[in-house]
């Protein structure tokens, strides 16, 4: 029996890791996390208020047998490392995993590695440590406070709005969205017009009269500049420059999914999906190997090993001219700087290489991430700017140009960027130029682009709220809960999420807000770091908190339900459009008096006639999601099977005869067919 056992979270990502450990070690995975909030106590919420926020956990429903299996290998082995995701999350989901297995510290150990390769997990034994208690106290923070805002934000509107959620950041998220609907909605375009003279050679635009900055907002200007100006023009000015263009830092889990929406046309939740089979192993024949570093990451650092052996392969491939420098980003606040940049674990596996062993989707997001972070350690491009200023009766026209004199880590990264050159010919201060044609043109100005989920999270980093790791889930759930809608891949919030934002904005602007959601991202920092109390942070916000959901529930007024237009067949009243766990449904509306429900004839299926009425059985399902058989007359006739009745009466006391199990049995009596 292996003597020792690794637990991670996935499991294609144990049996990579199985491959590398000799026979003393034994490789299982959790299947990520086990335990979570149960849905006690007050409110449902799983924590004790009064005891600081202390949270009661349970096994996640399903997980038991995983459970039971980690606890039988733990018993036959004689030490236990705890390698779950090198982050917040995955410290927590080891702390679940020592508490539920009944771990010590003297039978077990946490080890952190930022690559699925042989070298790296090998490395990480050679430095077990303890559970980080910060690091689980931050993580487990953030979803209590998820928790606590998405129970009592979310029953609130679904009980007095269209909307069926809410969250901590997601709501920040829609409200950005929302706002900048409105900014386009109050926008008012104005008119502008364009003057550009056309060389054979060149194009120049007017931009000013005797040196200062000119608008023309209407044709009768720009006729009137026409008519003034003479088809030659005297070169005032020849500016010419060389500028360095830098490469850009290695990838982060925000500007990966921000280059690779905008370059492969992917969303987050693909690329994140993509990611982290990259990274938790591919079967590249000789070996399967974790093909990119971790990739839930604020950092841009690469390690010194991987510098030394990229910095040695641009020499050898390109030249020493190629060879950049390694580039230190200045910290931003709220970066988790634990681990390294998006990277390949080897510059050796090149694309081509690889592309044999990954699918299109796959090959297409390994060499982006590859020659990301291959061009950040490549020398600049140098460019040649050239800006020719034309003077033409005191008006001012101006030209530019610009040439790539060294490509420098454009050589193998120019796929992904716009460079290109604009060529310009050679002219001298004082020449005169006849130009072909001088034409005006009419402009609109733009209301602010609607955001596309690139720029959507570039603006969610910036303005600090949530973390890079969750935004796919973010722009998933605004999605799905019918918050917005999708035009060429741009967000428009749907009247739902018109109202969402409202109703929230009424009671809880000071919570949900850019500036409060970023302020508890760095709180929550404060907390993995050891400098507050992480019990303090939840006591100061639920006492801001809970007084202004008990006020929105006695005060918000309450969203009348949709009238079909029919009237209940029971009662008279009018029929109304309900929302139910199970979605959308139609309902008297004078419940609780009267429970009737319309059928869907789209979603109905019937199964036989019902024997106690005029009605049909039907397929339907319980609130707990489970299958049933019942009259489609319900309330008035209450007949219903928990099995499937086939239509045949019993012959001994003529109840109905039901499937179970392969064989055909009466509903109430013994007999068996």
């Not at 199985?18 to 449902?44: M, N």
């Not at 990229?310 to 230190?328: A, C, H, N, R």
Request: aromatic share 10%.
């Amino acid at each position: 029996m292996p003597k020792n056992l690794v637990i991670v979270e996935s499991p294609s990502k144990s049996k990579t890791i199985e491959k590398y450990l000799g026979k003393d070690y034994k490789v299982v995975s959790s299947k990520g996390h086990i335990r979570d909030l149960a849905t006690s106590g007050k409110f449902g919420l799983g924590v004790d208020i009064e005891d600081h926020f202390k949270p009661n956990y349970k096994i996640i429903r399903g997980k038991k047998k995983d459970v039971d299996s980690l606890k039988k290998d733990c018993k036959s082995s004689d030490f236990i490392y705890l390698a779950t995701d090198p982050d917040r999350e995955g410290e927590a989901i080891s702390y679940h995993l020592y508490e539920e297995l009944g771990l010590t510290e003297e039978n077990s150990k946490r080890i952190v590695f930022n690559e699925v390769t042989k070298n790296a997990v090998l490395e990480a034994l050679k430095h077990p440590r303890k559970i980080d208690q910060d690091l689980v106290n931050s993580q487990e923070t953030r979803r209590i406070l998820d928790r606590i805002i998405g129970f009592r934000l979310s029953k609130l509107m679904q009980s007095k709005t269209s909307g069926s959620s809410a969250g901590r950041v997601q709501s920040v998220a829609l409200k950005l969205i929302v706002d900048r609907e409105r900014e386009r909605e109050a926008f008012k375009e104005e008119e502008y017009w364009t003057i550009t003279a056309q060389f054979p050679e060149m194009e120049a635009d007017l931009f000013e009269f005797n040196h200062k900055k000119i608008e023309i907002k209407n044709e009768n200007q720009a006729n009137q500049i026409l008519e003034i100006l003479d088809p030659t023009f005297v070169v005032e000015k020849v500016e010419k420059k060389e500028k360095n263009k830098y490469s850009p830092m290695p990838f982060t889990t925000s500007t990966l999914q921000q280059t690779a929406s905008n370059k492969l046309n992917m969303n987050a939740r693909k690329i994140m999906s993509l990611a982290q089979k990259l990274y938790e192993g591919i079967d590249i024949g000789s070996e399967t190997v974790g093909l990119i570093t971790y990739m839930r990451t604020d950092s841009t650092r690469l390690s010194n090993d991987f510098t030394g052996e990229t910095l040695s392969y641009i020499q050898k491939e390109f030249g020493k001219d190629y060879v950049g420098s390694v580039k230190v980003a200045k910290k931003k606040d709220n970066v988790q700087d634990a681990h390294e940049a998006i990277r390949p674990t080897s510059i050796q596996r090149t694309p081509t290489e690889m592309k044999p062993y990954l699918s299109d989707d796959e090959f297409k997001l390994y060499r982006l991430i590859y020659y990301r972070a291959l061009a950040s350690l490549m020398s600049p491009a140098k460019i040649n700017h050239t800006t020719i200023i034309l003077e033409n009766q005191n008006y001012q026209f101006k030209a530019t140009g610009s040439i790539i004199t060294f490509d420098g880590y454009l050589k193998i990264y120019k796929d992904y960027e716009d460079t290109k050159d604009k060529m310009i010919p050679s002219i001298t201060q004082d020449q005169k130029l006849i130009s072909e044609k001088i034409i005006k043109e009419q402009h609109f100005t733009q209301p602010p682009a609607r955001y596309t989920e690139a720029t959507l999270v570039k603006a969610m980093e910036e303005l600090g709220i949530g973390r890079p790791s969750t935004y796919a889930t973010i722009m998933g759930n605004i999605k799905d809960r019918g918050y917005v809608n999708i035009d060429q891949r741009r967000f428009i919030p749907t009247d739902i999420g018109f109202e969402v934002t409202d109703k929230l904005q009424e009671f809880f602007s000071h919570i949900i807000n850019v500036e409060y959601t970023a302020n508890m991202e760095t709180n929550l920092d404060e907390i993995a770091d050891g400098k507050i109390v992480w019990y303090e942070t939840l006591e100061k916000f639920y006492q801001e908190f809970e007084p202004s959901v008990e006020e929105a529930f006695n005060k918000m007024e309450k969203k009348a339900p949709e009238e079909t237009g029919e009237n209940c067949p029971n009662c008279n009243h009018p029929l109304v459009k309900r929302k139910g766990r199970y979605g959308e449904f139609v309902a008297c509306s004078n419940f609780p008096e009267c429970k009737y429900i319309k059928a869907d004839p789209k979603e109905e299926v019937i199964v036989t006639d019902c024997p106690n009425c005029d009605g049909k059985i039907i397929e339907k399902k319980s609130r707990k999601g489970k299958i049933f058989y019942g009259c489609n007359q319900y309330p008035t006739c209450k007949t219903a099977y928990w099995d499937q009745p086939t239509g045949e009466k019993c012959p001994e006391c003529g109840n109905m005869l039901v499937e179970k199990k392969d064989k055909i049995k009466c509903s109430n009596c013994d007999f068996e067919k």
